[in-house]
């Protein structure tokens, strides 16, 4: 196959984009389902189809694709230290809003001049730890520790690339290792796997996208191989409903298996697919979905300020929420709030530092260079 490079842009990637936004959607649906009573059937077979607890490890793959692919695919010269100052105005800001917002909102009723110095100034409830992404199990707001894996990685990902572009056969190596260590080391190494493999998929696009990938047995058994992925990916779900037996507890246990690393390979599956595949690319690029995309990064982090509103306070809602009815009136609120949130924080937080990383970027002289 010819060496041929492609030209990067957001359109040329956008449907990937719009499969974030969904990601997303399955988040706030998953959280709100089963806030409330994670026990029914109902809320056990919602989750298999919002699984928005394994989205995390779709986020962590897709990063690893999206992060690598212009270094790997297109070419580009890699300068890690304006790579770093890309990714921390890109994550930062709009988190540092979120978690103060959360905090403020929990604190609500008691801002006393003394309370807001123990948190702010005198720092007594590890608020700047959690601000700053240092805490892998936040205080406030819990989906925190996705971000502090986030930014971890991208400070990583630059020699993940380094590998790369020297062997690609090294990045199999990398994954092995990194399985290895998450096997015994857990929580943080667990998801460099799903990085490196979404580095992995840099690695292989020209392949995906090259009419000789249908003559693939990966091809020849693709329902079989979308349809175990599928399974994979709920499999946390699954195990709710039809609980699987103490002795691959054991197993899973003793080698060090977690549900995510399913869920990962999963992710893996799925984003190939979309790559290859025109007809999905093709239904990504409706504009509403793109729209989702291109705010998705705020639905995920504004919505955990309203579901937890809603149920600390459900009970003085008007209209009950056992109803099916109510239930699904507040949750068309709770999602429509979470996308007015999430727009504004995109066109005010997030655009804004992103194009002041950008500036600041444009007057940094070059450092070490890949």
């Given at each position: 196959?010819?060496?041929?490079?492609?030209e990067?842009s957001?359109e040329?990637l956008?449907?990937?984009?719009?499969?974030?936004?969904?990601?997303?959607?399955?988040?706030?649906?998953?959280?709100?389902i089963?806030?409330?009573?994670?026990?029914t059937?109902?809320a056990?077979?919602?989750?298999?189809?919002?699984?928005?607890?394994d989205?995390v490890?779709?986020?962590?793959?897709l990063s690893?694709?999206?992060l690598?692919?212009?270094?790997?695919?297109?070419?580009?010269?890699?300068?890690i230290?304006?790579?770093?100052?890309n990714r921390?105005?890109?994550?930062?800001?709009?988190?540092?809003?979120?978690i103060?917002?959360?905090?403020?909102?929990v604190?609500?009723?008691?801002f006393?001049?003394?309370?807001?110095?123990?948190?702010?100034?005198l720092?007594k409830?590890?608020f700047?730890e959690?601000?700053?992404?240092?805490?892998?199990?936040p205080?406030v707001?819990?989906?925190g520790?996705?971000?502090?894996?986030?930014?971890?990685?991208?400070?990583?990902?630059?020699?993940?690339?380094?590998?790369?572009?020297?062997?690609k056969?090294?990045?199999?190596?990398?994954?092995?290792a990194?399985?290895?260590?998450?096997?015994t080391?857990r929580?943080?190494?667990?998801?460099?796997?799903?990085?490196?493999l979404g580095?992995?998929?840099?690695?292989?696009?020209y392949?995906?996208?090259?009419?000789?990938?249908?003559?693939?047995?990966?091809?020849?058994?693709?329902?079989?191989?979308?349809?175990?992925?599928?399974?994979?990916?709920?499999?946390?779900?699954?195990?709710r409903?039809?609980?699987?037996?103490?002795?691959?507890?054991?197993?899973?246990?003793?080698?060090?298996?977690?549900f995510?690393?399913?869920?990962?390979?999963?992710?893996?599956?799925?984003?190939?697919?979309?790559?290859?595949f025109?007809?999905?690319k093709?239904?990504?690029t409706?504009?509403?979905l793109?729209?989702?995309?291109?705010?998705?990064?705020?639905?995920?982090?504004?919505?955990?300020?309203?579901v937890?509103?809603?149920?600390?306070?459900?009970?003085?809602i008007?209209?009950?929420?056992?109803?099916?009815?109510?239930f699904?009136?507040?949750f068309?609120?709770?999602?429509?709030?979470?996308?007015?949130?999430a727009?504004l924080?995109?066109?005010f937080?997030?655009?804004?530092?992103?194009?002041?990383?950008?500036?600041?970027?444009?007057?940094?002289?070059p450092s070490?260079?890949?």
């Open positions: 196959m010819p060496d041929k490079r492609i990067t957001d040329h956008n449907y990937l984009d719009s499969a974030r936004g969904i990601a997303a959607i399955m988040v706030i649906v998953y959280h709100f089963n806030w409330h009573d994670n026990t059937i109902r056990k077979l919602g989750s298999v189809i919002f699984n928005g607890s989205a490890s779709f986020f962590f793959v690893g694709f999206v690598s692919y212009k270094y790997i695919v297109s070419g580009q010269p890699l300068d230290k304006k790579f770093y100052v921390l105005f890109r994550l930062w800001p709009a988190f540092f809003i979120t103060v917002l959360n905090v403020l909102n604190n609500i009723g008691n006393s001049p003394h309370n807001l110095a123990d948190i702010f100034i720092n409830t590890k700047w959690e601000a700053f992404l240092l805490r892998s199990r205080n707001y819990i989906p520790w996705t971000l502090v894996l986030e930014l971890s990685m991208s400070f990583f990902l630059p020699f993940i690339i380094v590998l790369a572009k020297k062997d056969r090294l990045v199999y190596w990398l994954l092995f990194f399985i290895i260590i998450g096997n080391m929580d943080l190494y667990m998801f460099h796997v799903h990085f490196t580095v992995l998929i840099s690695c292989l696009f392949k995906i996208n090259d009419p000789s990938f249908k003559e693939t047995n990966w091809y020849r058994y693709r329902f079989l191989i979308l349809s175990m992925s599928f399974l994979l990916f709920s499999v946390r779900h699954i195990d409903i039809f609980p699987f037996n103490s002795s691959y507890t054991y197993f899973a246990q003793y080698l060090g298996i977690d995510f690393h399913f869920s990962g390979i999963a992710s893996f599956v799925f984003i190939v697919a979309i790559i290859h025109k007809k999905i093709k239904i990504l409706n504009k509403f793109l729209f989702l995309g291109k705010i998705s990064y705020g639905i995920y982090l504004m919505h955990w300020l309203l937890v509103d809603i149920f600390k306070y459900y009970n003085y008007p209209f009950s929420i056992d109803n099916k009815l109510g699904t009136a507040i068309l609120i709770y999602t429509a709030a979470t996308i007015l949130l727009v924080l995109h066109y937080i997030e655009m804004p530092f992103i194009r002041i990383g950008k500036r600041i970027k444009g007057r940094m002289k070490f260079r890949i």
